[in-house]
């Protein structure tokens, strides 16, 4: 079914590259990975991490809600001018009608970790240990809430790695029915030891730096991110002219932590995309592969792709830059293909030596310079929860 496109008017990313879309931009141009060795794990892998976090403090008035999850949030609504945009929203539509719906699938259960290290000899946890203003959900709504002065309707997403790809269908329905007149969607994820060893003991890591669509790919490098963008309908827009065009979802459900072999919550994901834009195959230019580096993953989506696209569209993984930032991959990816169509690139698939053979889809090789008009982005989760995101230049 066709949808009214959504303008996105201001945008904030952090990752592992570092603070800000220009870092971003400039590394994916000179292919510069933020992927390093990881330290002080009982296990080999590699890491997306943004240096310096824990130094960097919230709000006097927020201290409640400190913890690493919360401080990566504020870097990025501290970034490319976001929350000076933010005040004119206000301004424009009222702090009480703009929505605010974000991705985690961390948030901040790092913090209660070290509560747990720090139990008494009865087992108690440290009574300052705030369990609702850190590790819970809900703590992720409630600061950025707070810290940008909002009080519109608002929810938190946890549906693995679709997260905060399903926060731009999310705030499209609820501007749709009324609730709110403009936007903020976003995720943030950080690393914790909860998901580096979960999925170590998934056999899920790989040791070296990830290598999507590669013949020899052998699993994910974890990374942490935060990012954040305004949507407004396109007819109260300002200059910006990257759209919110279509999106699909679906939830195929046929493994707790592995796809349909067939990819077909995937490729139906992305027609709904595709029909909710009103454009058929053909006109994508470009496809921000889901793309993980694991051997059942990327097969299963190179099926999807091929039954819907064919080997036609220039395809590749960014999670060789970030790591896979797991909740935050879908903001992450969404803002990495606003800056393919702000600047008319392909990015390379990172660290690929040998393609997969037994793969199909047209994986890009080098950087591409190209005319770029319309693009998906695909994140899917655990427990097949997937979602296709549509972004087009209006």
């Known amino acids: 079914m066709p949808i009214s496109p959504l303008t996105i008017t201001a945008s904030s990313m952090v990752n592992a590259l570092g603070r800000g879309k220009k870092t971003t931009l400039e590394a994916l141009l000179q292919k510069q990975s933020g992927l390093k060795p ?12 943004v240096s310096d976090l824990e130094t960097y403090p919230l709000e006097k008035s ?15 609504l501290d970034s490319d001018n976001f929350r000076e945009t933010i005040e004119q929203a206000k301004q424009k539509y009222g702090p009480d009608r703009i929505g605010v719906f974000l991705g985690s699938s961390t948030s901040g259960s790092a913090e209660t970790e070290m509560a747990y290290q720090k139990r008494d000899e009865k087992g108690d946890l440290p009574q300052n240990f705030d369990f609702m203003r850190t590790h819970n959900f809900t703590s992720l709504l409630d600061y950025t809430q707070q810290s940008l002065g909002l009080i519109g309707v608002g929810h938190v997403i946890s549906t693995a790695c679709s997260s905060s790809a399903k926060v731009f ?16 969607v976003g995720g943030v994820d950080t690393l914790t030891e909860t998901s580096l060893y979960g999925f170590n003991s998934l056999q899920l890591t790989s040791s070296e730096p990830c290598c999507p669509w590669d013949e020899k790919r052998n699993g994910i490098n974890i990374g942490e991110a935060a990012g954040f963008a305004l949507l407004e309908p396109s007819s109260k827009s300002g200059t910006a002219n990257v759209i919110l065009k279509g999106y699909g979802e679906s939830s195929d459900a046929y493994h707790m932590s592995t796809p349909h072999p067939e990819g077909r919550g995937a490729a139906t994901a992305m027609q709904q995309a595709l029909d909710a834009a009103v454009l058929q195959s ?20 190179d099926k999807a792709i091929m039954s819907i696209f064919g080997d036609n569209v220039p395809c590749s993984s960014t999670k060789g830059w970030t ?24 990015p390379t698939n ?19 310079s190209r005319q770029v008009k319309y693009v998906i982005s695909n994140s899917f989760g655990f427990g097949g929860s997937n979602c296709s995101l549509l972004f087009g230049l209006q």
């Open 38 to 49: 990881a330290k002080n794990l009982d296990f080999s892998t590699w890491l997306g991490e």
């Open 323 to 346: 790591g896979h930032t797991l909740g935050a991959a879908g903001i992450t990816e969404a803002l990495i293909c606003m800056l393919v169509l702000e600047n008319q690139f392909l």
């Open 282 to 301: 053909d006109d994508i230019d470009y496809i921000n592969l889901h793309g993980t580096a694991t051997p059942s993953n990327d097969a299963a989506e």
């Open 350 to 368: 990172l660290n690929l030596t040998t393609p997969d053979p037994g793969l199909n889809s047209q994986i890009l090789l080098d950087n591409t």
């Open 62 to 76: 927020l201290q409640q809600f400190s913890c690493r999850n919360n401080q990566l949030a504020k870097l990025a």
């Open 169 to 184: 269908a999310a705030a499209h329905r609820h501007i749709e029915s009324g609730f709110c007149d403009a936007a903020i």
